[in-house]
């Protein structure tokens, strides 16, 4: 049960047992993320007496000022806030439609983050002069030797590069020569990973690839916020409201029969109080 005291009126939160609103989110390239969410509302307790009122009111305050509340309540706000940033960076990757997945490490022992997010604006400044739509998300990793390296979503990076004199360069072996132009003494090497018909590193993939060590920042009690970056013109689209519902089945219905043709589900879950459904689809593979 929760209450919340206001005015010296106690009110409880409860389910709206016939309402369930849907969202969705085009992210273009054929990806759409939806969620079905239970409404909720507050309800005025009629039934309890203004000493119950001022006993729960007491019981508030006091764990509003728990040391032990406090450090719960900061760690919950950490690990939304977490979640809602590996959300934007899973988005970002759909958006920016990403189809290769691109690795940047040090051969040394390189353990400042500052000085990796400097090596790679430096690295991603020069390859805009060879690629100059280059569009990128990153999420920095460390090691188990404490070394740093970069994830990179990408996307359409040409397999050749034009060169001096009109030679035909292959384009692995100019962001590995950017690279390691940038990394100087400490040594960079570059892996480049591209989609292929038969590959499964589809748009969906590589997000909830590079988003995930969003999550593994947060597990080891670093600001998340340090750990992701993005480059080139790539923005997050408004989320759109497509009604109420008076069941989950209904809503749920409805969202499967207005699936885009020729798209498959890539994810799907329901939530153990039956209060959320989640599912993303994007273009079939096949």
Same mark, same amino acid.
């Given at each position: ?65 728990? =040391? ?63 690629? =100059? ?103 997050? =689209? ?49």
């Amino acid at each position: 049960m929760t209450l919340r005291i206001i005015d010296g009126t106690a009110y409880e939160r409860k389910r709206l047992e016939n309402q369930f609103k849907v969202k969705t989110t085009d992210l273009g390239n054929g990806h759409q993320e939806t969620v079905i969410t239970q409404g909720w509302e507050w309800v005025e307790r009629s039934d309890m007496t203004p000493f119950a009122i001022q006993m729960a009111a007491e019981c508030i305050e006091k764990n509003r000022n728990d =040391p032990k509340a406090i450090e719960e309540r900061e760690a919950l706000n950490k690990e939304r806030s977490a979640k809602r940033a590996k959300k934007a960076v899973r988005q970002l990757c759909k958006v920016a439609g990403a189809d290769t997945l691109m690795t940047l490490v040090y051969r040394s022992n390189q353990q400042d983050l500052a000085l990796c997010k400097k090596h790679l604006k430096e690295f991603v400044r020069r390859v805009k002069r060879v690629i =100059p739509d280059f569009v990128a998300i990153a999420a920095f990793e460390q090691q188990e030797r404490g070394a740093w390296h970069v994830h990179m979503a990408c996307r359409r990076i040409a397999t050749v590069l034009p060169g001096a004199d009109g030679i035909r360069l292959k384009s692995f072996n100019v962001l590995r020569a950017i690279w390691r132009s940038v990394t100087k003494e400490h040594g960079g090497n570059v892996d480049v990973s591209r989609r292929k018909q038969t590959s499964q590193r589809s748009a969906a993939r590589i997000a909830n690839y590079i988003s995930k060590y969003i999550m593994k920042a947060f597990e080891l009690g670093e600001k998340h916020s340090n750990r992701w970056t993005k480059f080139g013109d790539v923005t997050l =689209p408004q989320s759109k409201r497509l009604g109420d519902f008076s069941t989950m089945q209904e809503a749920v219905a409805m969202v499967l029969g207005r699936q885009p043709e020729g798209s498959e589900i890539v994810n799907c879950y329901l939530s153990r109080w039956q209060d959320v459904f989640y599912f993303v689809v994007e273009k079939s593979s096949a």
